[in-house]
């Protein structure tokens, strides 16, 4: 198709490493890679990298910098702090609350604890995606030992009342744990006043590199280890340290964190410009998740009468990068939880499209997805017999 674009749309999915970023992990890849474990002078070059992208990770949150753990990204972070507080404080309790809509990392942990003699409770959310305090307060007993509620909503952008939630968990005596993996970077967060125990991230949602994240483990937090060999992050998490990627998301935590009122007024315009203009050309859509308490950059809504993966297919072919919250590529026909745990029928949640802009996007982009969009849009239309019928009825 000449003349296309190539319009990048799924910051929500993965970042570009910021060229700061580059510049500052390629010594660590060339000259000075030593072992961060080893005595000698070289290596204790790798050990002050570490240590200076600590201190950075723990200034961005309010932390301590020995309160901060690398990681292999959101995923083991998020299985480290629930596995490790659920095993370590199982003499206290086996009862552990989540919700309906966490990423997978959460969910899954959660179900395998839920075999090794652990009960779950998962809440329900609103239609907007949040959460009901006064259900969380309900689903507390004595026997709670663990909360574990996500910071902001992957799919559909919801942020929840963070600070609300670690107060009632801080009142009860219950360890809180919050996947910030979407949040970094969009919101303003300290763990202090938010009264966050634990919280996980990930360098590759704000523009550093993949396989590296981390946990912040408040200090008093009873904790099993994760990874079990060698001595590594003060002996709680073995292996040797992937220290380019340390040294990535420490520069790219900084520079994520430095303007955050900016970089959301920016990112906010060219959302609210996309979704006005959707809403205006294309009839029969909603907007999923929260209308204000969401992500700057996240747009995700459903087309009536069409498939998410159709029209992932045909954006591509116009150079658009998005994603739906039809499940198929990945092997199920199953539309995504997170849009049916907010009230969405099978087939409106099929229809969905997430849009996440971030800073490689501009004005130009968003025109153009605005002159692509509501033609796929209709074309996939014409082909739905549900479509056909719907309009014959209205008329």
Not at 72 to 94: C, L, Q, Y
Not at 107 to 125: I, Q, R, S
Not at 291 to 299: F, K, S, V
Not at 308 to 327: H, K, N, P, V, Y
Request: charged residues 25%; glycine residues 10%; contains cysteine.
């Amino acid at each position: 198709m000449e003349g296309k674009r190539f319009v990048y749309m799924d910051h929500a999915a993965t970042t570009y490493v910021k060229k700061e970023v580059l510049e500052e992990m390629l010594p660590y890849f060339t000259e000075n890679f030593g072992n961060p474990s080893s005595v000698y002078t070289f290596a204790r070059k790798s050990k002050r990298a570490i240590e200076d992208a600590r201190e950075k990770v723990a200034k961005a949150l309010n932390a301590l910098p020995d309160e901060i753990f690398f990681t292999g990204g959101g995923s083991e972070a998020d299985n480290w702090a629930i596995k490790g507080v659920a095993f370590a404080n199982k003499d206290k309790g086996n009862h552990i609350i989540t919700t309906k809509i966490e990423h997978h990392a959460v969910l899954h942990a959660c179900e395998y604890l839920e075999k090794h003699g652990f009960e779950v409770t998962y809440l329900d959310v609103d239609e907007y995606g949040m959460v009901d305090l006064d259900e969380l307060k309900r689903a507390i007993t004595d026997k709670t030992i663990l909360i574990t509620i996500m910071f902001a909503n992957n799919e559909i952008g919801t942020i929840q009342p963070i600070a609300e939630i670690g107060k009632i968990a801080r009142e009860k005596g219950i360890i809180f744990h919050t996947d910030a993996v979407q949040a970094i970077g969009n919101v303003k967060i300290d763990v202090k006043e938010m009264n966050i125990d634990l919280l996980s991230l990930a360098a590759h949602k704000f523009y550093g590199p993949k396989g590296v994240g981390a946990l912040y483990i408040r200090k008093g937090v009873k904790i099993d280890n994760l990874i079990h060999g060698g001595g590594q992050e003060r002996r709680r998490r073995a292996g040797t340290e992937n220290l380019p990627g340390i040294v990535g998301l420490g520069k790219a935590i900084e520079l994520a964190t430095e303007d955050i009122d900016g970089h959301n007024e920016k990112i906010r315009k060219l959302r609210d410009r996309l979704l006005n203009g959707i809403m205006e050309k294309i009839p029969y859509t909603k907007l999923n998740g929260h209308p204000e308490r969401r992500l700057p950059g996240n747009i995700n809504v459903s087309f009536r009468f069409i498939e998410g993966e159709s029209l992932l297919l045909l954006l591509d072919q116009f150079g658009i990068c998005a994603s739906t919250g039809s499940a198929c590529s990945s092997g199920s026909l199953d539309p995504s939880h997170v849009l049916l745990a907010i009230g969405l029928p099978h087939e409106i949640a099929h229809g969905s499209l997430r849009l996440s802009l971030g800073d490689m996007n501009t004005e130009e982009d968003v025109d153009y997805v605005l002159s692509v969009l509501p033609n796929i849009v209709q074309r996939l239309r014409e082909m739905s017999p549900l479509y056909e019928k719907f309009m014959k009825g209205e008329k």
